[in-house]
């Protein structure tokens, strides 16, 4: 899957207190080329890529090394290594998590944070985006259950991740990215596994895994629309919603429901809030209606 093509985000007219920032990104899996241009586009901020860093030492998804703390934490670490390693007072980092998703529990799922931190304003604003993932394992008996695994997750698009036995094994070959090291990884752990087994799951390292970098792109403009947001008070970045207020009247009967029906908007630093109807909503779905659907 491609990631290059027109933005359609819609960004506002730059009005930003970082316009002709450099923000330093602590990353080594390509998401600078991403998440640049998004918040160029919005704030006119230079994401400036920082190395000298092994960011797997902070945790792996082929849970080699484990992630120390939660996803915000392990972020706003990376965000302040950054800072540290480049002079830069502002910040940023990725960091992304899977699971099954949040609605039947069935379908695996990616949730993005984006973390920008100012260290002059005290300030840490973050980006959020989620959806399905592409990551899927198979424990494979054979070379012909390994092809149609890779059929399925899109290989070479998605790359995969090999190792003998099960999905602890330390004996990994991460990136492969064609049907030659394909089969050659395939071959090698099965020559070293107990049962003639071998664990294949899809790489979960952004630039090897396509349906990621959308939500990671997805977030980037989450994280641009709040830094773009200004309060109208004190002018700090960020000024976005803090609380829904329910209220939605149903479609059938007219009656208050639980969706929503305004927002409360406030602000990081000053504590300002304002309440703002939600713009042209639908009439609720009856579905929603705690009078017509007890």
């Given at each position: 899957m491609s990631m290059d093509g027109p933005m359609t985000h819609n960004a506002p007219p730059l009005r930003s207190l970082y316009r002709g920032q450099r923000a330093a990104f602590l990353t080594q899996h390509g998401k600078e080329s991403i998440v640049g241009p998004v918040?160029?586009?919005?704030?006119?901020?230079?994401?400036e890529r920082v190395a000298g860093y092994d960011t797997d030492r902070l945790g792996t998804f082929t849970r080699d090394i484990p992630r120390a703390g939660?996803?915000?934490?392990?972020?706003?670490?990376?965000?302040?290594?950054?800072?540290?390693?480049?002079?830069?007072?502002?910040?940023?980092?990725?960091?992304?998590?899977f699971t099954l998703d949040p609605f039947a529990g069935m379908f695996p799922w990616n949730v993005e944070l984006l973390v920008f931190l100012d260290s002059l304003l005290d300030l840490e604003v973050v980006g959020v985006a989620q959806g399905r993932a592409n990551s899927a394992q198979i424990l494979a008996a054979s070379w012909e259950d390994a092809e149609r695994f890779a059929h399925a997750v899109r290989f070479p698009d998605?790359?995969?991740v090999v190792r003998p036995d099960h999905d602890g094994d330390l004996r990994i070959r991460k990136g492969v990215a064609d049907w030659r090291g394909f089969k050659a990884a395939y071959d090698e752990a099965a020559a070293q596994s107990s049962g003639g087994r071998v664990f294949v799951e899809v790489d979960l390292r952004a630039y090897a895994n396509p349906t990621r970098l959308v939500n990671i792109r997805l977030a980037a403009v989450d994280l641009g629309r709040r830094l773009a947001s200004l309060c109208p008070v004190c002018r700090t970045p960020g000024f976005w919603v803090v609380e829904s207020i329910a209220g939605l009247p149903c479609q059938a009967c007219g009656a208050p429901t639980r969706e929503a029906r305004a927002e409360v908007h406030g602000c990081l630093k000053c504590g300002h809030r304002l309440t703002r109807d939600c713009k042209d909503p639908a009439p609720a779905d009856p579905a929603r209606c705690d009078y017509c659907n007890p």
């Open positions: 918040l160029q586009s919005f704030v006119g901020c230079q994401v939660t996803q915000i934490e392990a972020a706003r670490r990376k965000a302040r290594i950054g800072m540290e390693l480049s002079g830069l007072p502002v910040g940023l980092a990725s960091e992304g998590s998605h790359y995969l």
